[in-house]
């Protein structure tokens, strides 16, 4: 990307008065001021603080990650902040306000004044990862009794503070929800028309406690760019946009990524995680994987007759158990990939997908059997190598077999956890690696054993 715009904001920083820098920043967008922010100097910071007022930089302050926002914290007065938090959309304040130390938690919500400090401990109250954490409560709402001219009224008076005004809410007066409006049915409605007249009545809401996964397969499902929030009564209390379901589909995501690494955590805090927090993070699983290995050479020992009589089978391990696990890998990647999307509706959906995984597997396992057939007889002939065509049976056949059965176990391992109610994302990579060295081994053993030992 070209960053021109962060060394263009900076000169003006640099070289204009207050009112040219005031003037000319805010002809950028936030987030090419937010870039720049990070790429001034702290001095050069200070003078933009005393240009801008915090409610002026807090749409600036929005686009920048959680962590960096602290950072420049640490620069500011007190009040300075507080200005900027209240001036945040509500969802944003609450996500800041929870990076805050209790103790600074308190204290900025005192300096708060009463409307935005209710309004974010309220926040406060939903469960992590949940619709009630990510909504905001900043929204258009109009009564189901009103006429088209006073919910324009309404809707126009609200507008300053709401966080998108593309829908607009019908409540009826014990604050239910019972309609929707677009803007634009809105400013086409005639004159003297009522809004329960003109509202859609089928609504599609979510209530605090869903998961922010499931919320964003709704976003998916429906296009939808917000989604009312509601109570267990039905009642109005806030709203999702389209922007928070893309900061949680990258948040979830990495999480998945993160666990078919083997990761306990995705987070990194590159400035304060010591190298003994990292591996706290990833020592569990490499430990239970250590374990699990052991299942590896227990198969060794158990063909250490078949390696002392046969030993140029050996040279041929590292690639069958690579080839195994890299197509075991892919297959539980698009596995998960399809169970997050709930691709799987019913057991024929799974069918066919195990059966599309065999076939791709079985494929490739002939393709590369075929190719490693003639490359494996010629390497081993010009080696002088006496058993060359038995090894190369062995070797062609075993690459055949091991692919079609890792890129089965790729995808059903995944399925079985995920009907178990545990997140598929767990049937993790290095898991499904070290189950399909142990099959491609007893694979390879097994084969060398019955083509080449049993014959001599």
Known sequence: MDNEFVKEIIELINTKTKEEIYKQVLEYHPYEVSEALLEMTVEERIKFYRVFKGNDISEI???????????????????????????????????????????????????MDEEHRENISSLFQHKED?????????????????????GMKKLLKQAV???????????????????????REMILARKGQFIKDIMNTRI???????????????FKDYDFTSLPVVD?????????????????????????????????DVEIDTDNETIWMSVKKRLPWLLVLMILSFFTSTIIAQFESTLAIVPTIALFMPMILGMAGNTGTQSLAVTVRGLNSDEFEDRADIRKHLIREVGTGLLNGLIIGAILFFVTYGFLLLNGSSEAFKITQVVSLSIIVSLTVSTLSGALIPIIINSLKIDPAVASGPFVTMIVDILALSVYFSLATILIINTL
Do not use: W
């Open 130 to 150: 949940t619709a009630g954490s990510i909504m905001t409560t900043e929204y258009i709402e109009i009564s189901i009794k009103d006429s088209v001219e006073s």
């Open 61 to 111: 302050i929005s686009y920048l990650e959680i962590d960096d926002a602290l950072r420049l914290f640490e620069e500011m007065k007190p009040r300075y902040i507080v200005n900027i938090i209240q001036d945040l959309d509500t969802d944003d304040a609450v996500d800041v306000m929870l990076a805050f130390k209790e103790e600074d938690r308190a204290g900025y919500l005192k300096m």
């Open 204 to 218: 599609i809401s979510v209530p605090t406690s869903l998961d922010q996964e499931d919320v964003a397969v709704i």
């Open 232 to 264: 267990n009564l039905n009642r109005m209390i806030g709203i999702i946009t389209i922007d928070d379901i893309i900061d949680v589909i990258e948040d979830e995501a990495n999480e998945d990524y993160s666990r078919l690494a083997a990761i306990s």
């Open 161 to 183: 503070d709401a966080e998108t005004i593309n829908t607009i809410y019908v409540t009826d007066t014990k604050n239910t929800l019972v309609g929707t409006l677009s803007l």
